[in-house]
């Protein structure tokens, strides 16, 4: 099977440009490709995961991918999907965060030997001259038709800035430089890139005369459409130290019944075969299928090692083990004790991070959705002493699956 059809097999395509040229490319031609990655935050997130698939189905197959880091467009900001303009950052900060995104993508794409490239479009946007681009590439867009994109619908209402109108000439730029350069004949992205891929491949066709092609991938999102990737604490991040591999295998494993067979196609090499069988499954069967897709996707960000200690620490808990050495702990000591008084029930989510502000802390307890060693806290006053931690630790649960560990030295 060709590495297009089992793209399509997994529901990863969602639009092409050109349906036959590129399943014809992808057949008979070695192609290079590539996907951009704007280094907006110090790691990527469960909302890159699906390309950094795409990206190692597509090597697999013996394509050669580029990985443009966005060190020059997150200057200025893609407006896709936002009411308001991003935050603008630094030009150290961005530097920090491609470094972060190198680390990274080396776990899921090879390149060694030039068998893929990692490029930062900062090499090259940064040393343009102004008028000279309106000149090479300005000219080639019309106002009115930019307009119409989809990725400036959503500004149009609160105002879009000149800085941000500016980012679909620069990335539709630097596909004109990758075709240029290293023969890049195909751009790929989330479905919501699909405007700015199209600004790159008419420009190719006016400025070299040439055909370039663009294929978007589905965005990984629940049966309602919602997207993937958000817990009430944040984004889910493929960075241990902001997602730990236990807090990671949870997501998976806690996605619902209806997307788990999705998820299964999309982000694990799980032979298709064994997905189609699993897609006869009801009930039970159903949490198996979470808990392969649980071990294979944390297997894959944080390694086989890792996938296995939040694996067992998941079913000791499930078995009401709750001595597992692998789920979230918090340490606390005496001091944090405050003697006598003990530490309130909002410090305490505080200091394990289970909540983002003492306002959400309020809310969860008043909600109901907080206990402490299977008793619910019905108030934002209670307390814990020493003797809470008579055992050694006290168990906290957030919601219905959600548990952290915290110990008292």
């Given at each position: 099977?060709?590495?297009?059809?089992?793209?399509?097999?997994?529901?990863?395509?969602?639009?092409?440009?050109?349906?036959?040229?590129?399943?014809?490319?992808?057949?008979?031609?070695?192609?290079?490709?590539?996907?951009?990655?704007?280094?907006?935050?110090?790691?990527?997130?469960?909302?890159?995961?699906?390309?950094?698939?795409?990206?190692?189905?597509?090597?697999?197959?013996?394509?050669?991918?580029?990985?443009?880091?966005?060190?020059?467009?997150?200057?200025?900001?893609?407006?896709?999907?936002?009411?308001?303009?991003?935050?603008?950052?630094?030009?150290?900060?961005?530097?920090?965060?491609?470094?972060?995104?190198?680390?990274?993508?080396s776990k899921f794409v090879d390149f060694s030997d030039g068998k893929a490239l990692m490029l930062e479009n900062g090499d090259w946007l940064m040393n343009l001259n102004y008028l000279d681009f309106l000149r090479e590439v300005g000219v080639h867009f019309t106002v009115n038709k930019m307009l119409t994109a989809e990725c400036f619908q959503s500004r149009m209402e609160k105002g879009l800035s000149f800085l941000e109108f500016n980012y679909m000439l620069m990335q539709s730029y630097d596909f004109l430089k990758l075709y240029r350069d290293y023969g890049c004949k195909l751009e790929l992205g989330g479905n919501d890139q699909w405007s700015n891929i199209i600004g790159g491949i008419e420009l190719i066709r006016r400025a070299e005369r040439k055909e370039a092609y663009g294929m978007t991938f589905t965005l990984l999102t629940t049966k309602e459409g919602k997207k993937m990737g958000k817990t009430e604490g944040g984004a889910v991040w493929l960075d241990p130290e902001k997602t730990s591999p236990y807090e990671f295998y949870q997501y998976w494993r806690n996605v619902s019944d209806d997307d788990v067979i999705n998820c299964l196609k999309l982000i694990t090499f799980v032979p298709m075969e064994e997905i189609e069988k699993m897609e006869q499954w009801e009930g039970q069967q159903l949490n198996q299928a979470k808990e392969r897709l649980a071990f294979e996707v944390t297997k894959l960000v944080h390694g086989k090692e890792e996938a296995q200690k939040a694996m067992e620490a998941a079913r000791a808990l499930f078995d009401k083990n709750a001595n597992s050495d692998d789920m979230p702990t918090t340490v606390l000591t005496a001091e944090d004790l405050n003697g006598e008084e003990g530490i309130g029930i909002i410090d305490l989510l505080m200091k394990t991070g289970l909540v983002p502000s003492r306002g959400e802390a309020r809310r969860l307890i008043t909600q109901g959705g907080i206990s402490v060693d299977d008793q619910k806290v019905d108030g934002i006053e209670q307390s814990y002493k020493a003797a809470d931690f008579a055992k050694g630790h006290i168990m906290v649960k957030k919601g219905k699956k959600v548990f952290h560990k915290v110990i008292l030295k």
């Open positions: 099977m060709s590495v297009f059809d089992e793209l399509k097999r997994r529901g990863l395509i969602a639009q092409m440009t050109h349906e036959e040229e590129i399943k014809r490319l992808l057949e008979t031609e070695k192609v290079t490709f590539y996907i951009g990655f704007d280094a907006t935050a110090d790691s990527l997130h469960v909302g890159h995961f699906l390309q950094l698939m795409v990206m190692a189905h597509m090597q697999k197959a013996g394509h050669r991918p580029i990985a443009i880091l966005g060190t020059g467009t997150t200057l200025v900001g893609d407006p896709t999907g936002k009411t308001d303009m991003r935050k603008m950052l630094t030009k150290e900060e961005i530097r920090h965060n491609a470094e972060c995104f190198k680390r990274q993508m």
